[in-house]
T-cell receptor, first 114, second 113 residues
Framework: DGGITQSPKYLFRKEGQNVTLSCEQNLNHDAMYWYRQDPGQGLRLIYYSQIVNDFQKGDIAEGYSVSREKKESFPLTVTSAQKNPTAFYLC?????????????FGNGTRLTVT | AQSVTQPDIHITVSEGASLELRCNYSYGATPYLFWYVQSPGQGLQLLLKYFSGDTLVQGIKGFEAEFKRSQSSFNLRKPSVHWSDAAEYFCAVGDAGYSTLTFGKGTMLLVSP
């Protein structure tokens, strides 16, 4: 079955270390997204990419970086510059030209930085 | 820029009772509107969507929502709640080109026996 795979489900890091979250999709979707979720804050957009080798900053891009070298992969790096990295991170995708197509979400990665 | 307000942080409903979750959006043009549901520690699942046409849209699991342009609202309803509906619900609005979605802060639904 097609879907979005985020790995690992739980990730622990020490403060000051960079960490990369994986997101892979086999839905053949052009657009991919990273959202951050904190309790009571809803989902906030970090970065998104509508085609390979191109991406745009979302509302809270500071302290994060992404790459889009392959259509099916959109890894997110949480750098040491991110002041509050502990959160639940959700990856999503959709067809770029599919105006009737909603976002499909992965099951998330919970990152804890101590 | 678009925005979404979900006025209720928590709602408790008795099993079998009706449910209405409120959503108000701010957007200049005709919006793309969505309701998603999230179980603890999971991703989001689409319940229903509105792009155009009939303002009453039907979704999965017996949910429906009504788009009211005059009130800038897109409230979610269900006539009879089941214990399995306990989850967090998010309303979202898409921008002009539908390149991104803006989400509300969510409403946590608790179902009492």
């Amino acid at each position: 079955d097609g879907g979005i795979t985020q790995s690992p489900k739980y990730l622990f890091r020490k403060e000051g270390q960079n960490v990369t979250l994986s997101c892979e999709q086999n839905l053949n979707h052009d657009a991919m997204y990273w959202y951050r979720q904190d309790p009571g804050q809803g989902l906030r957009l970090i970065y998104y990419s509508q085609i390979v080798n191109d991406f745009q900053k979302g509302d809270i891009a500071e302290g994060y970086s992404v790459s889009r070298e392959k259509k099916e992969s959109f890894p997110l790096t949480v750098t040491s510059a991110q002041k509050n990295p502990t959160a639940f991170y959700l990856c999503a995708s959709r067809p770029r030209d599919g105006f009737n197509s909603p976002l499909h979400f992965g099951n998330g990665t919970r990152l804890t930085v101590t | 820029a678009q925005s979404v307000t979900q006025p209720d942080i928590h709602i408790t409903v008795s099993e079998g009772a009706s449910l209405e979750l409120r959503c108000n959006y701010s957007y200049g043009a005709t919006p793309y509107l969505f309701w998603y549901v999230q179980s603890p520690g999971q991703g989001l699942q689409l319940l229903l969507k509105y792009f155009s046409g009939d303002t009453l849209v039907q979704g999965i699991k017996g949910f429906e929502a009504e788009f009211k342009r005059s009130q800038s609202s897109f409230n979610l309803r269900k006539p009879s709640v089941h214990w399995s509906d306990a989850a967090e619900y998010f309303c979202a609005v898409g921008d002009a080109g539908y390149s991104t979605l803006t989400f509300g802060k969510g409403t946590m639904l608790l179902v009492s026996p």
